[in-house]
């Protein structure tokens, strides 16, 4: 048998031909090869390292919320929380037992947690701890247990402003207030810290671990002032406790922009613990929410609609007053049964004099006193930058007849907010415009200081000119010297006010014995820095007159947030009237440096508030050598 004998040429064209296709080959593999390094590389490096990645997020400070002075009115507080990689644990059984007796926590139930078939599991049991036993856990050095830092909301004030602050969850995430209204400022962004391990969990070696600082929120500032509002606070406490009204509400404004002062209301709960008070409590901003008939305070607004329109000469107008007045066919009593008989207009904003007021309205008709109603802000929100505010009701203006516009002169029928009237007598005394209310002042970046946002006063419009307003305000001034007001006189400041007795109604009746008592006053008369509504709702075992329990809390109010704001005394007030039965006056002594041995029943005829847990007197209210009525109570602050 032949070998046919294969030429060297052919040998030689086949191996060119194994050549080439070596190099094709090759060449395919090596531009592959360069498309995954060049192209591709990162890509899949970012797939391979979300498998073997594990984060640990780290939650943001939340801002903080401050008053205008910077005092902080919620912070945080340190809340650590524990992380677990199952698949890390080489012990279960022992690494739940140590967690148990840690966290004072079920082993079972950390057990079933922590053998779980996931990547990572949040600790229920080990959610917002304690710093000091996030350092126990520490101390125990588990392997796959993690710590995290967190945080917890805290107000350390109580429930100091708690409806207008509202609250956050478990999460930090606002739920109700300005917790939820900003929440998307105060939240700030989360951040990490990401590390790597392999399919049982074992961190991979020569792989660093990849950080993601936090972003904190914005932090808040408002336009309350904690002074002014830890009056208002200890006011309501006080009123809370004599009287077990259903309802209190304060309110505190600067007439001159609309800046919210302070702002409180009962009941009240603490926001670390709303989970301890029914829904109606939290979710109810009574100051905004809650709507009901005025009373005579609304009479401020009939009186500078008949001022401005020219229908009235306080001075120089009469009128009688026999106890009622007919309108319609029906029989409007005034509060004093027996009236006031003859007096001037004046007198008749003084007396609070309902068939006064009444005379008013119709003078002006129906169209002209509701189109300043209007005007002055009512029917309508007032724009506050906070949730749940109501409109109130007005009459429809078709359905308004003799009755209802008498009674509406005088603050019945018609329902209001009581940040609807805050508003409108600030308008009445500014000088005559409505500013629209506001309390968030500004937000500030923590980190830089940088301001990014800042909102500056609103003036929605002009109702009455200055000339008007001032009339008003001395109109006002009267009352509370000489009128139904003198309960809120505060010596050395001149305040004007009106006073409110609104008889409740429900399902179309007016109940028995069941009143809102309303006060509102500003200070000073000649130059208002400070508008004050205080209102309690049906308080018990005393006499139904806003003058006799609500007038001299407002006062209490307006006199010590005065003095905390730095306005100087005025000269030239009106002396208080003192009427039957008249109440001898008495100096008050100087007990400043006097220890408690020295100045307790230092004059039997004063009574004595004492705050503060020193034994030396730092200064009193009212100052030595004022006068007052036999019965007044002096505050003493101690060091």
């Not at 961190?203 to 309350?224: A, F, I, Q």
């Not at 922009?257 to 009962?266: A, D, F, H, P, Q």
């Not at 009240?268 to 979710?283: D, I």
Request: hydrophobic residues 35%.
């Amino acid at each position: 048998m032949s070998l046919k004998r294969v030429s060297n040429v052919t040998v030689r064209k086949r191996l060119v031909v194994t050549l080439l296709i070596g190099l094709l080959v090759f060449g395919v593999i090596d531009a592959r090869l360069g498309y995954v390094q060049f192209f591709s590389g990162d890509w899949l490096t970012a797939r391979a390292k979300n498998l073997w990645s594990r984060d640990i997020t780290f939650e943001p400070e939340r801002g903080k919320i401050v008053d205008r002075n910077g005092v902080a009115i919620a912070s945080n507080q340190s809340a650590p929380t524990i992380y677990v990689i199952p698949r890390q644990i080489e012990d279960p059984a022992n690494t739940a037992e140590k967690l148990a007796a840690a966290l004072n926590a079920s082993k079972e139930k950390i057990y079933e947690q922590i053998t779980k078939k996931s990547s990572k599991e949040r600790l229920k049991a080990g959610r917002k701890i304690s710093p000091e036993t996030a350092n126990k856990v520490r101390k125990l050095n588990l392997k796959g247990v993690y710590i995290a830092e967190d945080s917890k909301r805290y107000y350390p004030f109580g429930s100091y402003l708690s409806q207008v602050l509202g609250f956050t969850g478990i999460d930090n995430q606002g739920l109700t207030g300005l917790e939820l209204t900003y929440d998307n400022e105060l939240k700030g962004k989360q951040g990490s810290v990401q590390f790597y391990s392999d399919a049982k969990g074992k961190r991979m070696p020569n792989m660093s671990d990849d950080y993601v600082p936090p972003e904190n929120g914005l932090n808040l500032k408002l336009t309350v002032d904690t002074k002014i509002q830890t009056i208002i606070e200890r006011e309501l406490n006080n009123a809370e406790k004599k009287y077990n009204p259903d309802g209190i509400i304060a309110i505190a404004m600067d007439p001159n922009t609309g800046e919210i002062l302070g702002m409180s209301s009962r009941p009240t709960f603490n926001p670390a613990e709303y989970k301890n008070v029914p829904q109606e409590v939290y979710n109810r901003n009574l100051p905004i929410w809650s709507t009901y008939e005025p009373g005579s305070t609304f009479k401020i607004i009939t009186l500078a609609a008949a001022l401005e329109e020219g229908k009235v000469d306080l001075e120089k107008d009469s009128f009688y007053d026999p106890g009622y007045v007919k309108v319609g066919g029906a029989t409007l009593h005034c509060w004093r049964r027996g009236g006031h008989g003859s007096e001037s207009f004046l007198e008749v904003v003084q007396n609070s004099c309902n068939p006064g007021f009444v005379e008013l309205g119709e003078r002006l008709g129906k169209n002209t006193l509701f189109k300043y109603i209007r005007d002055f802000g009512f029917g309508q929100k007032t724009g506050i930058d906070l949730s749940g505010e109501s409109s109130g009701i007005l009459f429809n203006l078709n359905k308004v007849g003799p009755v209802e516009l008498a009674t509406t002169a005088f603050g019945q029928g018609v329902s209001v907010t009581p940040i609807q009237q805050v508003a409108a007598v600030s308008a009445a005394i500014n000088g005559g415009t409505l500013y629209q209310p506001f309390i968030a002042k500004e937000l500030d970046d923590p980190a830089t200081g940088k301001v990014m946002m800042k909102k500056t006063p609103v003036a929605k419009r002009k109702v009455i000119s200055e000339k008007t307003s001032k009339e008003i305000r001395h109109a006002l001034e009267t009352v509370v010297a000489q009128g139904t007001g003198k309960n809120a006189y505060v010596d050395s400041y001149r305040v004007g006010g009106k006073t409110g007795t609104a008889q409740k109604a429900k399902n179309g009746r007016y109940l028995e014995n069941n009143y809102v008592l309303s006060f509102v006053g500003f200070a000073p008369a000649d130059d208002p820095q400070i508008v004050v509504y205080f209102a309690i709702d049906n308080p018990k075992n005393t006499v139904q007159f806003g003058g006799q329990v609500a007038a001299p809390i407002a006062g209490n109010i307006i006199g010590d947030s005065l003095r905390a704001m730095g306005v100087k005394p005025r000269k030239n007030q009106i002396e208080k009237e003192i009427t039957y039965p008249q109440v001898p006056l008495v100096e008050v002594p100087n007990l400043v440096g006097t220890s408690k041995k020295d100045f307790l029943g230092v004059d039997v005829n004063l009574k004595l508030d004492i705050s503060g847990k020193g034994d030396t007197v730092l200064r009193q209210d009212p100052a030595p050598g004022k006068k007052v009525e036999i019965g007044s109570t002096i505050r003493v602050y101690m060091h």
